[in-house]
Every structure is written in structure tokens, then in C-alpha cells.
T-cell receptor, first 114, second 111 residues
């Protein structure tokens, strides 16, 4: 069984469109995250959710909105896509927020904006 | 939050050799974690070392931590082609900040 799964794996879309990436974890973890990996492989934290509450929101444009229907899901919705949004987006989860929270990552969703 | 900076950016070695990767960070930490990322895949946790530990082993992995120099190193002994991947460090401070990552070290192990 896949611990953290995200869909779709690949997404190609036009500028200006709205798209969503879904994430589910079956580990029973309390905290979920979204990361963006750019072409230089830097991973930037975008959001974290703990018990359905947004804990941190880095300087991410408000075109990006995380939605968590329950503890096991954290979806990422992106409005008005721009070229610079092209990247690989990773969902992750951890048992607890902070402390020694080992992260479990999904396989990534590669978004290409044309 | 703070991120670690890995060095070197890229490393190429022959199978059987040892690989050493370094990580530097800026502020005091609670622990430091190392992750591996195979091409096209997500990150996988390798090892965690706490701020009161100086060295930790896990199989062919050896991690050291020098809090006075704010640095850590990851040593992979007797490398294999399957070790080819990018390796990231992630320092975590006492406030339990979200883990952030640098650009990683891209390791290539040639058979």
C-alpha cells in the first residue's frame, strides 16, 4: 500500500487555467505538507496542515489554496496558472508537527504550464 | 525555518568507493535529518541525528554532527550503483520548524 499518494503524476495545462492536485495519506498522521521543487532541485515548503488547520503559509501567492476535507487528505488548488508555476509538487506527511517529525513524501506531481 | 546547504552540488565516484556529503546550517537545531531522492521520485528519510549526538550509523551510512561548526556530514561506505541519487539535509530547530531543504548533492556511482 502506498503511504502517501498524489494524483495526477503529470499535468500539462495552459496559462490561466485552474488545476488541482490531490494527496492522500494512509499513515494516520496528523500533519500534511505541500512542497514545490524547482528546476534546481530546491524544495520549498508551501503549506502545512495540522488537524485540518493551516499552520504555516510561506510567501506563496494566494492563487495557491490548500484544501483539507479530512486529516488524511490535503489537496492543492491553483488558480490562474502562470509559467513560473511549472515545477514538481510534493505532498508529505508526518506524525507530529515539528519536533522530530520524519517526513513521508509522495512521488510528486510534475506540473507543466504552457 | 532554516534550510541546510549541501556541498558538493555534485559528486561522481566509482562503485566501491566511499562518498562524503556535507551540510551546513545557520542557527541552533534540535535535530538534523538526511533524505535521499531517486530520479523522478519523492524524498525518502535516511537518518536523523539529534543535537546531543555526534555520530550515528545505519547500515552503510554514517552521519556526523558538529554543532559548534553548524555542520553535518553523510558518509556512504562501499557505494553501489543503486546509491545514485540526490541527498538532502534538513536541519530542524528547537521550535519545531517545518523542514526545508537545499538543492541537495547529486551523487553518481559508476559501475
Amino acid at each position: 500500500d502506498t503511504a502517501v499518494s498524489q494524483t495526477p503524476k503529470y499535468l500539462v495545462t495552459q496559462m490561466g487555467n485552474d488545476k488541482s492536485i490531490k494527496c492522500e495519506q494512509n499513515l494516520g498522521h496528523d500533519t500534511m505538507y505541500w512542497y514545490k521543487q524547482d528546476s534546481k532541485k530546491f524544495l520549498k515548503i508551501m503549506f502545512s496542515y495540522n488537524n485540518k488547520e493551516l499552520i504555516i503559509n510561506e510567501t506563496v501567492p494566494n492563487r495557491f489554496s490548500p484544501k483539507s476535507p479530512d486529516k488524511a487528505h490535503l489537496n492543492l488548488h491553483i488558480n490562474s496558472l502562470e509559467l513560473g508555476d511549472s515545477a514538481v509538487y510534493f505532498c508529505a506527511s508526518s506524525q507530529v508537527l515539528g519536533a522530530s517529525g520524519e517526513l513521508f513524501f509522495g512521488e510528486g506531481s510534475r506540473l507543466t504550464v504552457l | 525555518s532554516q534550510q541546510g546547504e549541501e556541498d558538493p552540488q555534485a559528486l561522481s565516484i566509482q562503485e566501491g568507493e566511499n562518498a562524503t556529503m556535507n551540510c551546513s546550517y545557520k542557527t541552533s537545531i534540535n535535530n538534523l535529518q538526511w533524505y535521499r531522492q531517486n530520479s523522478g521520485r519523492g524524498l525518502v528519510h535516511l537518518i536523523l541525528i539529534r543535537s546531543n549526538e555526534r555520530e550515528k550509523h545505519s547500515g552503510r551510512l554514517r552521519v556526523t554532527l558538529d554543532t559548534s561548526k553548524k555542520s553535518s556530514s553523510l558518509l556512504i561506505t562501499a557505494s553501489r550503483a543503486a546509491d545514485t541519487a540526490s541527498y538532502f539535509c534538513a536541519p530542524q530547530n528547537n521550535a519545531g520548524n517545518m523542514l526545508t531543504f537545499g538543492g541537495g548533492t547529486r551523487l553518481m556511482v559508476k559501475p
